[in-house]
T-cell receptor, first 116, second 113 residues
Framework: GAVVSQHPSWVICKSGTSVKIECRSL??????MFWYRQFPKQSLMLMAT?????????EQGVEKDKFLINHASLTLSTLTVTSAHPEDSSFYIC????????????FGPGTRLTVL | AQTVTQSQPEMSVQEAETVTLSCTYD???????LFWYKQPPSRQMILVIR??????QNATENRFSVNFQKAAKSFSLKISDSQLGDAAMYFC??????????FGKGTKLSVKP
């Protein structure tokens, strides 16, 4: 199956700093990438959808100036959490969608962000 | 709006027995897909089984099968011969033609030895 990687897998940062999370599709071209947030014991909440070369579409309630998403290539999308605060601490998961299957998302292993 | 409802926050099954996880959904799309994902403690999302809504035949993957009732908008997952490794969170999801997914709140499955 298709493989998606995320880096880093775990990051700790100080409040007020910015953190970048990378999501890579290793063996397919992800024309669309999704970013999710998951709090402990809860479901995945879609934050934004990005198409390669286009601006991301953010879900209602997600601050686009705080969660910057870049999808510059068919194999790489990045999520930057700007001026992180403790309430941004969460588990962030990305997924990719691309040929030949446009109906099945392939998920990365997730990134645990802890903001002190 | 699309919604996915999992009414069982937790379920338990004895090893080697069969368990069924429930899921209902609502969607305005005519072309949609349904999925069951497993999330073990590692938190990696693993696709268990998928069902194309246009197919009447229920999908099966080894010990995992679904009961897809389109008119009732029901999509339950049956796990046969449960194994200790099946213990995890299970999420039901509905996918539209654009590939977006709506997840249910999940069911935590415990397997007793």
């Amino acid at each position: 199956g298709a493989v998606v990687s995320q880096h880093p897998s775990w990051v700790i940062c100080k409040s007020g700093t910015s953190v970048k999370i990378e999501c890579r599709s290793l063996d397919f071209q992800a024309t669309t990438m999704f970013w999710y947030r998951q709090f402990p014991k809860q479901s995945l909440m879609l934050m934004a959808t990005s198409n390669e070369g286009s601006k991301a579409t953010y879900e209602q309630g997600v601050e686009k100036d705080k969660f910057l998403i870049n999808h510059a290539s068919l194999t790489l999308s990045t999520l930057t959490v700007t001026s992180a605060h403790p309430e941004d601490s969460s588990f962030y998961i990305c997924s990719g969608l691309g040929p030949p299957s446009y109906n099945e998302q392939f998920f990365g292993p997730g990134t645990r962000l802890t903001v002190l | 709006a699309q919604t996915v409802t999992q009414s069982q926050p937790e379920m338990s099954v004895q090893e080697a027995e069969t368990v069924t996880l429930s899921c209902t959904y609502d969607t305005s799309e005519s072309d949609y897909y349904l999925f069951w994902y497993k999330q073990p403690p590692s938190r990696q999302m693993i696709l268990v089984i998928r069902q194309e809504a246009y197919k009447q035949q229920n999908a099966t993957e080894n010990r995992f099968s679904v009961n897809f009732q389109k008119a009732a908008k029901s999509f339950s997952l049956k796990i046969s011969d449960s194994q200790l490794g099946d213990a995890a969170m299970y999420f039901c999801a509905s996918g539209g033609s654009q590939g977006n997914l709506i997840f249910g709140k999940g069911t935590k499955l415990s397997v007793k030895p």
